[in-house]
């Protein structure tokens, strides 16, 4: 559940990022076509010059419309995580605070991971405590093809008596009869107990090759989630790197449009990359923040990591 509502509420941090991108992309777009036509009335631009500015307004106008769809529709996912109570309640709006930073620290050492893993996960320990109680098991089933061996003592005022209580306080008569011993019982072949005895070893058997596999796949996920955080977290250095290019682009492109240089056809793709690249640096910071969650809640440490315990609910003997 926590995962879940982290994941949730980053996807919702990422779509009022692109809402907000191309909210401003469509306010430049606009101020652009309002330029040429400007200069289309005095004679500085062709006609022909109309149609890219009109057609990157309408592009923006559409990615603007689909964001915000988009960006609805992420919180109301969050929302059910949240609090489904008040899924039909008005006044539903509300604003994420937390912005898509990635941290200083971020994933630690591999190893460490696979070890908290190792400690940590609830399903490898829930294997080992059904490993232990097929250990019992198996103990209970060996005991069953183990010969009974009994003590026992008969007292009576005759051979056949069986009152133990009245032979006790007349054990000074002359008509006592006692008899001790050791009774032993050896069951013949023993063929139920050997074959449940059988079958408890080869359920033991299956269990420890169930848990040997768990662990595998424990590794594996651990690895595949530390492997995401260290792509994720260099895309953000190189998104970050390409948004500052495509800005520069813009800029000069731009600047080649104002003396007669440029078209705005190329100030418009211009503008694409550069809105493209805004996105995917929000995208790759916002990646590596759930990147970090999936692995340290493939590794069990996520509760620990967030200040959350599990209270202990098992039944208290008394």
Do not use: C
């Amino acid at each position: 559940l926590v995962a879940d509502v982290e994941i949730a509420y980053w996807e919702t941090v990422l779509a009022r990022q692109r809402t907000v991108i191309y909210e401003e992309a469509l306010a430049l777009a606009e101020r652009q076509l309002a330029e040429i036509e400007q200069r289309i009335r005095v004679g500085s631009l062709p006609e022909t010059e109309r149609a890219s500015a009109q057609a990157e307004t309408a592009v923006r106008r559409e990615e603007l419309i689909n964001a915000r769809s988009a960006q609805t529709l992420a919180a109301l996912r969050l929302f059910r995580l949240v609090d489904p109570d008040r899924l039909v309640a008005p006044g539903r709006n509300w604003t994420p605070t937390t912005a898509p930073t990635a941290p200083d620290a971020g994933a630690d050492a591999l190893s460490d991971h696979l070890r908290l893993a190792l400690q940590q996960r609830p399903d490898l320990n829930q294997a080992r405590l059904l490993l232990d109680k097929q250990d019992v098991d198996l103990e209970t089933t060996r005991n069953g093809l183990l010969p009974k061996l009994d003590f026992f003592i008969l007292l009576g005022d005759t051979g056949y008596a069986d009152s133990f209580g009245r032979a006790v306080d007349r054990m000074d008569g002359d008509r006592l009869d006692y008899r001790a011993g050791l009774e032993l019982q050896v069951p013949l072949g023993n063929r139920d107990a050997r074959a449940r005895h059988r079958r408890a070893l080869l359920e033991l058997d299956q269990a420890y090759g169930a848990l040997s596999n768990m662990t595998d796949l424990a590794r594996v996920d651990v690895e595949s989630a530390y492997i995401e955080t260290q792509r994720t977290r260099e895309q953000i250095t190189a998104t970050a790197t390409t948004r500052r290019f495509q800005e520069e682009k813009l800029r000069a492109e731009t600047a080649k449009f104002q003396v007669g240089r440029s078209t705005s056809l190329l100030v418009a793709q211009a503008q694409q990359d550069r809105v493209n690249s805004q996105v995917a640096e929000v995208k790759a910071a916002v990646e590596h923040l759930q990147a970090l969650v999936r692995l340290f809640r493939m590794d069990g440490s996520l509760l620990l990591r967030r200040g959350i315990q599990i209270p202990d609910t098992a039944p208290r003997g008394k």
